[in-house]
C-alpha cells in the first residue's frame, strides 16, 4: 500500500514498482485515515507511508497503522527522512523498518526505482502468527545453557528494526541491573543525537553517544557514534570507551563485532550481547566472543524482527541461550539482575 497525500507521487511509485514482477500495489491512500480503514480489510505486507499530510501526519498514524497491518512492514519514504533526521528517528523508534528520502523533484527516474525496490526486498513479507512464510535454507535451532554467573554489561546490536526492537527492549528492563549498556545501531552519525534522545525518553536512563575515555557507569546507556566502533580499555580500575575509526571485518560501521569483542574481552563470564533486528551479519563474530570467553548471547525472535539477518546468523551458529522478543528479553537480563539464574 502506498499512503501519500500527492496523486501524482502516489501514480510515480506504483509506476516504478509495477516494473517488478515482484511486487503487487494492493491500495492506495491519500491521508492516514484512508490508509487505517484499508488495513481493516486488506491484507499487506508493506506500507509506503508519506510523513507530512493533512490531517495526522505519517509519525501520528504510525503505531495504528503497524497494528492493523497485523505484521505489515512500514517504509518511510519522505523528504523528512533526509532533512528531518529527528522526525525520521522517532519514525524508526515507533516501529517502522526502514526510511527512504524522496529524491527532489525531477529526480524521480532512474537509480531511485532499484533503490526503492532494493529495500522492499530486504524488508520482505509480513510475518503473521499461524503463516508460514518460505525461508530457504533455514536450519534447525538449538540453544545453549547460559552461564553467565552475575551481570557485568549488557551489550545491544541491530540494524534494520533495531530502533524499535532496542526502544522496547529498554522500556521493559527494570530501572536497576547493576551493569553499564552499550548500543551499536547502523546509523549515521547525523541520526545518532536524536537516537539517544530517543533512547533516554524511553528508558529513563542517562544516555550518552560515545566519545573516547567515557567510563562507563552502571544502568547508563552508551550509544556507538555512528562514525566510529566502540571498543574499550581499563583507565586507572575503571572501564572506558575507545573510538576505533578502521575498518571492521563486517564491513559496517559502527560494528556490532567490535563492540561485542571488546565487551567479552573485558567482562568475560559477566558479559551479556543481545542481537536485535537486522540485516547481514554483523555481530556474528562478536557473539562468538562472548559464548567464548563464558558470556550469553540472547537473539531477538524472527516474528518481532523487521528483517531476522543478524539474529538469524546469530542463533543458527547455536550460539543464543534465549530467541524471544524484546520485552522478554529484558526481563530475563532483569531477573538474572536480581540474582536469578538463567531461565
Not at 533516554?200 to 547508563?220: K, W, Y
Not at 540472547?298 to 543464543?320: F, I, K, N, T
Request: proline share 5%.
Amino acid at each position: 500500500m502506498i499512503v501519500d497525500d500527492s496523486p501524482i507521487a502516489r501514480a510515480v511509485l506504483s509506476r516504478m514498482l509495477s516494473g517488478h514482477k515482484d511486487f503487487e500495489i494492493v491500495a492506495l491512500a491519500g491521508n492516514a485515515a484512508e490508509a487505517i480503514d484499508a488495513l481493516k480489510s486488506v491484507n499487506i505486507d508493506i506500507v509506503l507511508l508519506d510523513v507530512e499530510m493533512p490531517g495526522t501526519t505519517g509519525i501520528e498514524a504510525l503505531p495504528e497503522i503497524l497494528r492493523l497491518g497485523k505484521g505489515a512492514r512500514v517504509l518511510i519514504v519522505s523528504s523528512l527522512a533526509e532533512d528531518g533526521a529527528e522526525a525520521a528517528v522517532k519514525a524508526l523508534a515507533l516501529g517502522a523498518a526502514d526510511t527512504l528520502p524522496k529524491p527532489g523533484t525531477g529526480n524521480f527516474a532512474g537509480r531511485f526505482s532499484e533503490v526503492l525496490a532494493e529495500r522492499l526486498r530486504r524488508i520482505g513479507r509480513a510475518e503473521r502468527p499461524g503463516i508460514a512464510v518460505p525461508n530457504e535454507g533455514e536450519k534447525p535451532l538449538r540453544l545453549r545453557a547460559a552461564t553467565t554467573s552475575r551481570l557485568g554489561c549488557v551489550a545491544i546490536g541491530a540494524s534494520t528494526g533495531g530502533l524499535h526492537a532496542t526502544t522496547e527492549f529498554l522500556r521493559a528492563l527494570p530501572a536497576m541491573i547493576g551493569a553499564p549498556l552499550l548500543v551499536t545501531q547502523h546509523l549515521p552519525a547525523v541520526f545518532m543525537p536524536f537516537f539517544a534522545r530517543q533512547l533516554q525518553l524511553a528508558s529513563g536512563r542517562t544516555t550518552h553517544v560515545a566519545s573516547d575515555g567515557l567510563v562507563l557507569q552502571a544502568e547508563e546507556i552508551v550509544l556507538a557514534p555512528g562514525d566510529a566502533h566502540m571498543s574499550l580499555e581499563r583507565q586507572s580500575g575503571k572501564v572506558c570507551v575507545r573510538l576505533v575509526g578502521k575498518a571492521s571485518e563486517s564491513g559496517c560501521m559502527p560494528s556490532a563485532d567490535v563492540m561485542l569483542s571488546a565487551v567479552a574481552e573485558m567482562y568475560g563470564k559477566n558479559a551479556v550481547g543481545v542481537m536485535m533486528s537486522g540485516m547481514g551479519r554483523d555481530g556474528l563474530t562478536g557473539s562468538r566472543t562472548i559464548v567464548e570467553r563464558g558470556g550469553a548471547m540472547l537473539v531477538q525472535d524472527r516474528l518481532s524482527s523487521a528483517v531476522w539477518g543478524m539474529p538469524r546468523a546469530v542463533a543458527e551458529a547455536g550460539l543464543a541461550s534465549f530467541i524471544l522478543p524484546p520485552a522478554d528479553l529484558a526481563r530475563r537480563i532483569g531477573d538474572h539482575a536480581a540474582g536469578d539464574s538463567w531461565k
